[in-house]
Nanobody, 115 residues
């Protein structure tokens, strides 16, 4: 199992940038896929970006070209660099680690983008 703790959220103006971090309690080298999801008020949780252990990435169409997912294996940390933020990016952002038997979630970090 693994515990995940997100950080880096906050209030930012439209057009600004934030970097989210997800610290894992164990090595992330063997975790199949790590990802960022978000959930806005009244909406379903959606995939923002995913990164496999082999280095493949996947992004939601709405964030392509603006967000970048990466990992620092030595620090057991997953990142999400967010640029050109829009008010519609406002949501709670969750880190997910998908392992063989189940997935694990962090508690989330709030991102608010003002217009």
């Amino acid at each position: 199992q693994v515990q995940l703790v997100e950080s880096g959220g906050g209030l930012v103006q439209a057009g600004g940038s934030l970097r989210l971090s997800c610290a894992a309690s164990r090595s992330i080298l063997s975790i199949n896929t790590m990802a960022w999801y978000r959930q806005a008020p009244g909406k379903q949780r959606e995939l923002v970006a995913a990164l496999t252990s082999g280095g493949s990435t996947k992004y939601a169409d709405s964030v392509k070209g603006r967000f970048t997912i990466s990992r620092h294996n030595a620090n057991n940390t997953l990142y999400l660099q967010m640029s050109s933020l829009k008010p519609e990016d406002t949501a709670v952002y969750y880190c997910n680690a998908q392992m063989i038997l189940r997935g694990y979630w962090g508690l989330g970090t709030q991102v608010t983008v003002s217009s």
